[in-house]
């Protein structure tokens, strides 16, 4: 397959200079490092809001750095947990005195990197707390994981305790609005091709023309299920009738709605999805009054979308209308 880049070992890191010289009013790189921050960091009394994980995946998790979103976010190699150091640089850039949340996907690798950025947070007398992603309604009982992997419903985590901390929210605050988006979001998805991580010479699944992968992750991972490409409107039910049971949603709630292209999905079909989505919901009595259809939690050129539901209450909606500045998402 085809890259538009000078050399695979050093992708990342000239992505991430793009991304700071096309943003600088926004967001700036520590130096030496892969950790992306907010251009005025750190914000004197305001709790520190970092994740990070795996490159691929943008604009997340650098391009929801900035004001009323993300603090710092750490940028590993593709689909590969970041290093412990840049994990401290930005928490030393960030720090501002009020404590830091830390936003983890359910991945192993993820999970040991906080877990020892906190004992180092400890040793500089940094409180901090964590919140584990675990929105994907596709792997609850699978054999060889760990539960449920954080995908895409982690943007709503970021946006979330991102305007929290922003509204001059405690660290215990921010930790338990963040933790109600845990509670309250699910996600699904799907690929009707795999993608290519830079410098291999070969996709991690291959399909038919005619088949598709149900349930996939967003580290290239095969879905839970192989079935032949059906329409729009079929497709949607089939994974609606697993995310709407899952909390369960219920007639009579609002919720937001995410429709989460992969990286190769045009926008045409995707507002196509979006269509399905919102009939499928006002056949259920549930009102989606928050709505986010583009990219936001990719996987390089994968084709294929992920639905999010995230239910709400006056709290949350109030959040997610809190003014950002990001390189992703701009909410005014």
Known sequence: MKKIINKPENVVGEMLRG???????LVRVVPGTQAVVRADAPVKGKVAIITGGGSGHEPAHGGFVGRGMLDAALAGAVFCSPPLDDG??????????????FIVK????DILLFDMLADEAADRGIPTKRVLVVDDVAVDNREGTTGRRGVAGTVFVHKIAGAMADKGGSLDEVHRAAQKVVYNVRTMGMATSPCLV???????????????????GIHGEPGVRRATLTTARELV????????????????????????????????ELYVIFNEVEQYLVSKGINPVRNYVGEYMTSLEMAGFSITLLRLDDELKQLLDHPCETPGLVVK
């Not at 991304?19 to 009013?25: G, Q, V």
């Open 19 to 25: 991304l700071e010289k096309a943003h600088s009013d």
């Open 88 to 101: 401290i640089a930005a928490l030393e850039a960030c720090d501002g005195g009020a404590g830091a949340l």
């Open 106 to 109: 359910n991945y192993t690798g």
């Open 198 to 216: 830079p410098g291999r010479d070969k996709p991690n699944f291959q399909l038919a023309e005619d088949e598709m992968e149900v349930g996939i």
């Open 237 to 268: 039910h089939q994974m609606m009738d697993r995310i709407v049971p899952d909390l369960p949603f219920a007639g009579g709630e609002e919720v937001a709605v995410m429709v989460n292209g992969m990286g190769a999905t045009p926008l045409m």
